[in-house]
């Protein structure tokens, strides 16, 4: 094994962990336009539009009512005239309010359809942010950390070499020692 560890490149360490920071900056909120865009669309769908059409099929069934009682009295005054025009004024509500009915039937067929294809993305989403705003800013620190540990090893000095004898003032030279009296 070698005595000492061949670090070359902590400046990569630095490098990735500044593009996990700018990766961080940006990941992050993009995630919360995304969620906040998704409560947007579910507000719109719940609250807006459906008060939208709700509105439209009470007004489209008033003028239904009224077209329908302007009808009645056209055909109890004998205008024949008027009874066609009538007439037609009462098909046209009920086209309406026909129409404001469906609509308001496939607006709360897509607000179910919405919320079971969202919820499952929404969760991973969520994951995914928990991921970046926790997971991910330990990695920097771990990087950060790191990178100090091995600037801090490479500035140690290299211990000495193996190959060369400890010198030492006690050591006795190489001899006899039986030869001592």
Known sequence: MADRAHVTSVDALEQ???????????????LEEVSSEVQRTRGWLDNEQRTHWEGELR????????????????KLSSFRETSAAEQMAVQRAKRARDEAEEKLRVLKQWGRVFENRVDPLVKQMEKLHTVLAHDMVQAVAYLAQAVATLDAYAEVAAPPSASSPPTSPSAEPAGNPEAKT
């Open 59 to 74: 007004r489209r069934a008033r003028a239904l009512e009224e077209a329908q009682q302007a009808l009645f009295s056209s």
């Open 16 to 30: 990735f962990r500044a593009s996990l920071i700018i990766y961080l900056s940006k990941a992050r909120p993009t």
